[in-house]
């Protein structure tokens, strides 16, 4: 069965370490993957988008990587800040039908910690 | 900078009416989607929509869903019959192409069925 997923238990960080967020997926075959940082009662907001193609990409203090062997994803806060305290996501970018289709994990819960 | 905008923000009805929620896509977007999230579950994809028609949905939305553009700025969800596990938070989705984009969501409309 088709599975993605993201640490379910929240991840709690000093403020000024690196986070690592992990998402995982099986029998997916996605050209492009997403993440997205949702607050409480907030629709999900776009951070960045790596192509199946791409081992790395960087925006800022965030870092992505893609392993399409593995089926894995890092996601990477530098330097946290207790504002990027939120759920990310991972989403799984599907083109079968060449139109877009946004397969969500479940989220990682973030805490920073002053 | 452009947004996504949904209304209304809450919406409570009784199981069996109809309820139509509504957002209003960035304006020079042309694939439009609706997403749904259980308290406490992942963001869901419903449907997309670009040219006028649906180009993919998911088996969540159903006969009971319909989505229409019915002028060139807005962009509805119906639901004709509401159900109790149809309480959830519907977030509306555009993008400016399709694959390999980032999608602008908006607030969401959080419906309650009683």
């Known amino acids: 069965s088709q599975k993605i997923e993201q640490n379910s238990e929240a991840l709690n960080i000093q403020e000024g370490k690196t986070a690592t967020l992990t998402c995982n997926y099986t029998?997916?075959?996605?050209?492009?993957l997403q993440w997205y940082r949702q607050d409480p009662g907030r629709g999900p907001v776009f951070l960045l988008l790596?192509?199946?193609?791409?081992k790395e990409k960087r925006k800022e203090r965030l870092k992505v990587t893609f392993d399409t062997t593995l089926k894995q994803s890092l996601f990477h806060i530098t330097a946290s800040q207790p504002a990027d305290s939120a759920t990310y996501l991972c989403?799984?970018?599907?083109?079968?039908?060449?139109?877009?289709?946004?397969?969500f994990g479940t989220g990682t819960r973030l805490l920073v910690s002053p | 900078e452009p947004e996504v905008t949904q209304t209304p923000s809450h919406q409570v009805t009784q199981m069996g009416q109809e309820v139509i929620l509504r957002c209003v896509p960035i304006s020079n977007h042309l694939y439009f989607y609706w997403y749904r999230q259980i308290l406490g579950q992942k963001v869901e994809f419903l449907v997309s929509?670009?040219?006028?028609?649906?180009?993919?949905k998911s088996e969540i939305f159903d006969d009971q869903f319909s989505v229409e553009r019915p002028d060139g700025s807005n962009f509805t969800l119906k639901i004709r019959s509401t159900k109790l596990e149809d309480s959830a938070m519907y977030f509306c989705?555009?993008?400016?192409?399709?694959?390999?984009?980032?999608?602008?969501f908006g607030p969401g409309t959080r419906l309650l069925v009683l």
């Open positions: 989705a555009s993008s400016d192409y399709g694959s390999g984009e980032t999608q602008y």
């Open positions: 029998n997916y075959s996605p050209a492009y």
């Open positions: 790596i192509r199946e193609n791409e």
């Open positions: 989403a799984l970018d599907m083109v079968n039908t060449g139109f877009q289709k946004l397969v």
């Open positions: 929509f670009y040219n006028n028609e649906i180009s993919e």
